[in-house]
């Protein structure tokens, strides 16, 4: 039994509470007010630090870490020595506080490969809900390869029209994906498209979609553009991933269905403030400064509107390192969120959207014990939490410094 005592602690309901006790028995959470303290049990104090939830990046991709030219990159790289990067930018997350991570397309199902590598207890890493291929449209967002017969070493899984979408989205529950993910929109990092495009049609999402509630499952679209969101929504997606172009509506649909926002302003912030001179490609730049101001507008809007939101870097597009993840909360909160939402989208929010809410998302007893803590106070500074000192997953300290 450990017990971290003398801390300040963020509880469930995001308030901050000073002087408490964590008791840890195994990998759960045990108490946090046992008084006395039990015999036997090992006793850390943490003077001065404040303990929160592991934090949860629910959109990356774990096989990239901010090369400027992703598209480059995956072409040539071979599928191996991708799958080793994954291990390192997955261990980085973990020690960057971000103990849950959900991948949302990753090349040749090496998220689904690494995440049963971190259950089995092969290599470290943070729990991991992976979604495989993510499916696109012949020639749509993710398919920037020039032969179909290669595809299945590539970042997306290609269908067109409801029989190949039931093949395909079926395929990717058959090689373990969690969720399915789906590009109903174009976007910033494909050549060729706008983001403000439909691609997937309603009908071809509604396929995959149904193929994944069927199994239990959940679907997450990216969608930028307003029309391709609003297909997203009336096909029964579960999250709509990035949001640029949200309107009214569109937000209302959101909120009467309890669809999930993934505003993923990292993605966008470090390719316009690294901009071309940097290596990333033209096409993504120009776009980037075509769509900040709205997709900034359209978080505001549908915080504002009560719309559900949990937090996701996008990891891996443009200087969008593994590891600096949090700085995802500090772009939130510069966008008008209130701090405590921000870390609340970052822990309950996201166990919400990856159905593990009975296990993580909050330090209280009977949860796994996934636990990071910071110098401070985060609710009055949030930054903090690009600095995290202790890490702890299922009971086991990764981190303590
Ligand atoms: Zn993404």
């Known amino acids: ?35 006395p303290t039990p ?10 630090y404040t303990i929160l939830p592991g934090l949860i990046d629910a959109h990356l991709h774990l096989g990239w870490n901010g090369e400027p030219n992703i598209e480059t990159k995956m072409l040539k790289e071979l599928l191996p020595m991708t799958a080793l990067k994954a291990y390192v930018n997955a261990k980085n997350d973990l020690l960057a506080g971000f103990t849950t991570v959900r991948s949302l397309g990753d090349r040749g199902y090496i ?39 290669v595809t299945s070493s590539g970042f997306g899984t290609i269908a067109d029209g409801i029989e190949e979408m039931r093949k395909a989205a ?87 269905r309890g669809v999930f926002m993934i505003p993923t302003l990292s993605a966008v912030f470090n390719i316009k403030k690294h901009g071309k001179e940097a290596g990333i490609p033209e096409y993504a730049v120009r776009k980037v400064e ?22 996701g870097t996008d990891a891996a597009t443009p200087f969008n390192k593994h590891g600096e993840n ?38 209280e007893p009977g949860k796994e014990a996934d636990i990071i803590a910071v110098k401070g106070n985060p609710i009055e500074d949030v930054s903090l939490l690009k600095d995290v000192k202790f890490v702890m997953k299922a009971g086991k300290i990764y981190k303590f410094i």
Not at 10 to 29: A, P, Q, S, Y
Not at 334 to 359: Q, V, W
């Open 1 to 35: 039994m450990l017990i971290l005592t003398n801390l300040n602690l963020i509880d469930g309901e995001g308030n901050f509470l000073e002087g408490k006790k964590v008791v840890i028995e195994g990998t759960k959470i045990k108490d946090i007010n046992a008084d």
């Open 39 to 48: 015999a036997n049990a090992e006793v850390t104090d943490m003077k001065g």
């Open 111 to 149: 998220d689904v490969a690494l995440k049963k590598a971190v259950e089995d207890g092969v290599v470290d890493g943070p729990r991991m809900k992976v979604a495989g291929q993510a499916i696109s449209m012949t020639g749509g967002h993710g398919d920037m390869w020039l032969a179909p017969e």
């Open 170 to 256: 079926r395929y990717q529950l058959k090689m373990g994906a969690d969720f399915i993910k789906l590009m109903a929109t174009g976007g910033v990092m494909s050549e060729g498209d706008e983001p403000g495009s439909p691609q997937l049609t309603e009908e071809e999402m509604r396929t995959a979609i149904e193929e994944a509630h069927k199994a239990g499952k959940k679907a997450a679209a990216h969608a930028q553009g307003t029309e391709g969101i609003k297909n997203a929504i009336r096909a029964g997606i579960d999250s709509i991933e990035h949001g640029i172009f949200l309107d009214d509506e569109a937000i209302q649909m959101m909120k009467d």
């Open 290 to 311: 075509q769509i900040m101001e709205a997709h900034l507008e359209s978080f505001r809007k549908a915080y504002k509107a009560g719309v559900k939101i949990a937090l």
């Open 326 to 363: 949090a700085q995802e909360l500090e772009l939130m909160v510069n966008a008008g969120m209130d701090p405590l939402d921000a870390i609340m989208a970052a822990t309950k929010g996201g166990a919400e959207l990856l159905s593990m809410g009975e296990m993580i998302g909050s330090v």
